[in-house]
């Protein structure tokens, strides 16, 4: 009898450090994590905004989340171009840890490109020893309150759902964009970032170049996702007016994120601009 409780214990044993195995997150995976998380956030937005034709995406699930996915298409060659963007030249600056924010704006005049309608910014942060530990300033009380760990895959996913979900809800609180507007990529490096750095499909911004808002901006803070190698936070700035006061009524049972009334603050970096008059 002793020798049967001995080996169900191992076997217990066995299992639980089989199921850890599996809950680990490497970094590979942390970084192909980061990056499906954008490529669905930026997909996402893309339509919730109508920014492109309902036949340039197509239905997936992704952590659990119903999302529509930018495909490319032919006769669209916009959609092409922004993808492009995030596929061969945030990544890089990703892949190399250079990359610091990604900010993806709307603006409605090609004259004054830096005065947006809202822009939606994927923060990042690197650990190089597999230990996120970041310390996030509270917008209003300039409180430093410690993120929560977060290790398995498991638990990335929760959190991966429910920015999305966040995202989702949030988006649709917005009014409609003009029918003419731009759509520009911009993107902040890390100190660490070579002098003479750009990603594929990217060039130097000019220094003084900032980013202003029609109206007076609000910041909605849609989630962060850490795993022990990354952590990415998203945020949404627009004019308060931008908001449509009946589906923020209707929605407000979903949001969980905080709004803030936030100065303005000029934000250098590389850019690219694309029109869609569709």
């Known amino acids: 009898m002793p020798r049967v409780a001995s080996r169900a214990r191992a076997q217990v044993a066995v299992a639980q450090g089989h199921q850890s195995a599996m809950e680990t997150v490497t970094e590979a995976h942390s970084l192909a994590l980061v990056r499906n ?3 669905t956030a930026v997909s996402s937005i893309a339509y919730l905004r109508n920014i492109f034709p309902e036949r340039c995406f197509k239905d997936r699930s992704f952590a659990g989340v119903n999302v ?3 495909i490319f ?3 669209i060659p916009n ?3 922004l993808m492009s963007w995030l596929e061969t030249g945030v990544f890089d600056a990703l892949k190399h840890k250079y990359l610091k924010s990604l900010i993806l704006g709307m603006y409605v005049d090609p004259k004054q490109p830096h005065v947006m309608l809202e822009t939606y910014s994927f923060e990042v942060h690197y650990s190089e020893t597999g230990e996120i530990n970041l310390n ?3 917008d209003t009380g300039g ?3 410690p993120c929560v ?3 398995t895959r498991t638990q990335i996913k929760s959190a991966t759902t429910c920015l999305l979900r966040s995202l989702i809800v949030l988006s649709q609180t917005l009014k409609p964009l003009p029918d003419t507007r731009y759509v520009t990529m911009k993107l902040l490096y890390t100190a660490d970032t070579p002098a003479n750095y750009e990603p594929p499909g990217f060039m130097p911004a000019p220094l003084d170049t900032g980013i202003q808002y029609l109206g007076n901006p609000v910041r909605l803070n849609v989630g962060r996702v850490e795993t022990p190698f990354h952590a990415l936070r998203l945020r949404i700035k627009t004019a308060i007016d931008a908001f ?3 589906r923020v009524a209707e929605q407000s049972k979903n949001l969980s994120s905080d709004i803030d009334i936030l100065a303005k603050h000029p934000l250098p970096p590389s850019c690219r601009v694309i029109e869609d008059t569709s």
Do not use: F, G, P, W
């Open 73 to 75: 298409s032919d006769d």
């Open 68 to 70: 529509k996915s930018l």
């Open 143 to 145: 409180k430093k309150e």
């Open 37 to 39: 998380l954008m490529r």
């Open 149 to 151: 760990q977060l290790h």
């Open 136 to 138: 996030i300033v509270s």
């Open 79 to 81: 959609a092409a171009t």
């Open 244 to 246: 449509d006061a009946s």
